[in-house]
């Protein structure tokens, strides 16, 4: 079994920048596993915004945030990080981390349905 809890979530204005961590707990390593970032507004689906792959794997984003936001992993803290700038009020949500065993691969996918262990999430909300 495999645990994760984000934090770093809060209140910023539009243009700062916050950085979400993911602390994942399990009997394997961090590197045994692809880590996607979520997002969910009120009233919406909740979207995938990044991953990253098993073993310092490729980084994947999606449109809306490319060149914005930035995952990185520190294999010997367990954790893995979202570094968001330039954030926008429409980045308001609550934000989730999740971790997949994609087996032989450091593929990573962004689609919520292929990852089975979640976090609880942190809330994000960019306002003026």
């Known amino acids: 079994q495999v645990q994760l809890m984000e934090s770093g979530g809060g209140l910023v204005q539009p243009g700062d920048s916050l950085r979400l961590s993911c602390a994942v707990s399990s009997r394997f390593s961090l590197d045994y596993y692809a880590i996607g970032w979520f997002r969910q507004a009120p009233g919406k689906e909740r979207e995938g915004i990044g991953c990253v792959g098993r073993s310092d794997g490729a980084t994947d984003y999606e449109e809306s945030v490319k060149g914005r936001f930035t995952i990185a992993r520190d294999s010997a803290k367990n954790t893995v990080y979202l570094q968001m700038n330039s954030l926008k009020p429409e980045d308001t949500a609550v934000y989730y981390c999740?971790?997949?065993?994609?087996?032989?691969?450091?593929?990573?996918?962004?689609?919520?349905?292929?990852?089975?262990?979640w976090g609880q999430g942190t809330q994000v909300t960019v306002s003026s």
């Open positions: 999740a971790a997949q065993n994609i087996r032989g691969s450091t593929w990573c996918p962004i689609r919520p349905s292929l990852y089975s262990n």
